[in-house]
């Protein structure tokens, strides 16, 4: 990288060392400014902001509002109480989440860290082959397959291996028409995916996770408020087991579920909605920003639908 600066400015005597310096303590400490809905933008140096360790359990946000950076904390704090925010995505197993923290030279051991392997086997692992056990699979030492560790059946390994290379030639298949904008086709493969993996792995699997998000984001893109509609709300118990209760993303994901319940004419679904990601982005977004008035205005516009269609019920049966 020093060397690349040099050539786009020859005519500059630089120090290579110094510029080096530079860029690495801009990898380990820059922060991905994103928008309200947390779509990145770009890339900010905050100095004050880059002193507050990672915990995969965070007590506070980094959220922004045009080129400022706000610290929320998404509980009472009392004094003294080191503030942390999560420099990665958490919703990811341990061993992910420590790999994702190499770049940042940083080694978690949180509570989260120390104590989740079960946390692990729920959101990497197989699900039990008894459809009605909500139980997890673990492999069995000594035999070639997996044993639930709340029924003990076993399912085999060869089985397991079977199906997960079969998911991930769908996989390949489906992301090819993705990316060459065939979202129809793209979520047909899709969907036949998250079949096999509804079957293969537990509910709140990782991987089952991406999947309906990617068919959120298919069907929203092909404007079926449904199927989004539905997938949506696939999601949202895993968010609310994978993120702390006061995190964005499950705020985020109430709005988005409460819109589509509102375009779709659910109204009292979409209050409840609403409401939901209006409790939790009030603590993390602040209340002030164009994002949060809008919020407001579509909660207040659902509580006045709901009202009246309450009071119309009334004077109908007077």
């Not at 915990?55 to 009392?78: K, M």
């Not at 940083?106 to 104590?115: A, D, G, Q, Y």
């Not at 060869?158 to 997960?164: A, L, M, P, T, Y």
Request: proline content about 3%; some cysteine; hydrophobic content about 35%.
């Amino acid at each position: 990288m020093a060397n690349l600066v040099q050539l786009i400015l020859p005519s500059i005597e630089l120090d290579l060392k110094e510029i080096a310096h530079t860029f690495s303590k801009f990898a380990c400490n820059a922060h991905t400014i994103c928008d309200p809905e947390l779509r990145p933008l770009g890339t900010g140096l905050f100095p004050a902001i880059s002193i507050i360790n990672h915990s995969c359990v965070p007590n506070a946000v980094l959220l922004f509002e045009g080129r400022t950076a706000y610290v929320r904390a998404l509980q009472p704090l009392s004094s003294y109480t080191e503030v942390s925010i999560s420099y990665i995505e958490t919703a990811a197993t341990t061993l992910k989440r420590h790999n994702d923290l190499k770049q940042y030279f940083f080694t978690c051991t949180c509570t989260r860290c120390i104590k989740d392997s079960e946390e692990d086997a729920l959101l990497e692992g197989y699900r039990c082959k008894d459809q009605k056990c909500d139980g997890f699979l673990l492999p069995d030492s000594g035999k070639k397959a997996y044993a639930c560790q709340k029924c003990s059946i076993s399912r085999d390994e060869e089985e397991v291996k079977k199906v997960s290379s079969e998911i991930l030639l769908l996989s390949d298949k489906a992301s090819s028409f993705l990316s060459s904008g065939n979202n129809s086709e793209a979520g047909s493969v899709y969907k036949i995916i998250e079949q096999l993996e509804q079957q293969h792995y537990h509910s709140f699997s990782i991987t089952l996770l991406h999947t309906r998000e990617t068919l959120l984001k298919i069907y929203m893109e092909l404007q079926d408020w449904q199927t989004a509609l539905m997938y949506c709300r696939m999601t949202i118990p895993v968010y609310e087991r994978v993120y702390p209760p006061f995190h964005p993303m499950v705020g985020l994901q109430f709005y988005t579920c409460g819109k589509l319940e509102w375009l779709l004419e659910y109204t009292e679904d979409a209050l409840k909605s609403l409401t939901r990601a209006a409790d939790v982005l009030r603590i993390t977004h602040g209340t002030q920003s164009q994002f949060m008035k809008e919020l407001f205005g579509k909660l207040e516009e659902a509580r006045a639908e709901v009202s009246f269609r309450l009071s119309s019920g009334d004077e109908q049966i007077l």
